[in-house]
């Protein structure tokens, strides 16, 4: 199920490069427990955060757009994962 979401905010008075912005979201996701390592990309477009991947659970995807929303620079996010349950045999 592929869907994207976007969400907007406005932005302080201090900016961060792109890539600093990218660089911090990769390191929040990278320290969650809860998100399959090395499965999410992060692309970072004047403080607009695209985030690309492949996850199992929608609790997933909810603590992937937690992480990287709470950070300092951010002007939105636009959500381009899917989600696809792993299939047991």
């Known amino acids: 199920m592929a869907s994207s979401r976007s ?8 900016h961060l ?3 600093q912005i990218a660089a911090e979201a990769i390191r929040r996701l990278a320290w969650d427990a809860a998100l399959p390592p090395n ?3 992060v692309k970072v477009l004047h403080g607009r955060i695209s985030l690309l991947g492949e ?4 609790q997933q995807r909810t603590a992937a757009l937690e992480d990287v929303s709470r950070l300092f ?3 939105g996010i ?5 989600i696809k349950p792993s299939v047991l045999i």
């Not at 636009?78 to 899917?82: E, G, I, Y």
């Open 7 to 14: 969400a907007a905010r406005s932005n302080a008075s201090t």
């Open 17 to 19: 490069t792109d890539g």
């Open 39 to 41: 499965v999410l990309h």
């Open 55 to 58: 996850l199992h659970r929608e």
């Open 73 to 75: 620079g951010v002007t």
């Open 78 to 82: 636009s959500d381009h994962t899917t």
